[in-house]
C-alpha cells in the first residue's frame, strides 16, 4: 500500500518562447506540454502570461499619470506592484479613482488597529492582480500587466484541452507568496499553491510561464483518506 510519505508531486517547470497577445495560451500550452502531461497531472500556467495574451496591459509611457496616483503609491510598499505612480494609476484607470482613494485611506486606518488587507478587498478586483513595469518578461517589462480575464474559464478550457486531472492559473514571486487566480472544480487549490510556493515559473527572462504538478490527484487523494 502507498502511503502518503512515498507519494511525491514533481514539479516541471516548461520553458516557451514569448507569448504575446497574438497567441492563443489554451494552444501553447498543449503545444509545449504535449506528451508531457497526464490524466493525474495539473497544468499551471503564471497569470501574468495569460494576462498579455489576452492584450490585458498598458505601454507605461502611455499612461497619464494623476497627482492623486502620486500621491496614493507613497502609502504602499516598495516591494508592491502599486507602489509606482504607473502602477497605481492603472488601477485607478481599471477600479476608478475615488474607490481606489478610499479603499487606500480606509484600509491605512483599519491596518492601525490591527486589521490587514482591506485595501485589497475594497480596492477592486485589479489591486492584488496588476504586475507594474518590470514584474514581467520583455518586452512587457515596459508595461503594466492586470490580471485575466474570466480566469476560471480558461482554466476549465486548458483541463478540456489537455486531458489533465486539474489546472490553475498562479500568481507566484520570489517573496514566496503564491495565489491562485483561477482553479477548476475538484482541485485544492490551497494545496496547490503551497507546492509552488518556491516559484518553479522562475523570473521573467527564464521563460518558464507554465508548470506541471505531476502525480497532484493522488497526492492530494492520499491526504484527504
Request: glycine share 8%; aromatic share 8%.
Amino acid at each position: 500500500m502507498t502511503t502518503t510519505q512515498e507519494l511525491r508531486v514533481e514539479t516541471i517547470p516548461i520553458s516557451t518562447r514569448i507569448l504575446t497577445q497574438k497567441d492563443d495560451i489554451v494552444e501553447m500550452v498543449d503545444k509545449y506540454t504535449r506528451g508531457k502531461i497526464g490524466e493525474n497531472d495539473v497544468i499551471c500556467v503564471a497569470e501574468s502570461v495569460v494576462a498579455i495574451t489576452q492584450g490585458k496591459f498598458l505601454v507605461a509611457d502611455q499612461i497619464e499619470i494623476s497627482g492623486l496616483a502620486k500621491l496614493c503609491c507613497r502609502f504602499i510598499p516598495d516591494y508592491g506592484s502599486l507602489a509606482t505612480p504607473h502602477g497605481m494609476q492603472s488601477l485607478m484607470n481599471a477600479e476608478g479613482k475615488y474607490r481606489v482613494a478610499f479603499a487606500l485611506f480606509a484600509g491605512f486606518m483599519l491596518k492601525l488597529v490591527g486589521l490587514r488587507g482591506m485595501f485589497y478587498k475594497w480596492g477592486g478586483e485589479q489591486a492584488a492582480l496588476i504586475d507594474d513595469v518590470t514584474g514581467t518578461m520583455p518586452p512587457f517589462d515596459k508595461c503594466v500587466v492586470y490580471g485575466p480575464a474570466e480566469p476560471d474559464k480558461v482554466v476549465a478550457n486548458l483541463k478540456s484541452k489537455l486531458g489533465c486531472f486539474g489546472a490553475i492559473i498562479a500568481d507566484v514571486n520570489d517573496l514566496k507568496r503564491s495565489r491562485i487566480v483561477g482553479v477548476t472544480p475538484g482541485m485544492d487549490g490551497e494545496l496547490a499553491s503551497q507546492l509552488l510556493i518556491d516559484n518553479p515559473f522562475g523570473n521573467a527572462s527564464e521563460k518558464r510561464p507554465i508548470c506541471i504538478l505531476k502525480n497532484f490527484r493522488q497526492y492530494q487523494e492520499s491526504l484527504r483518506k
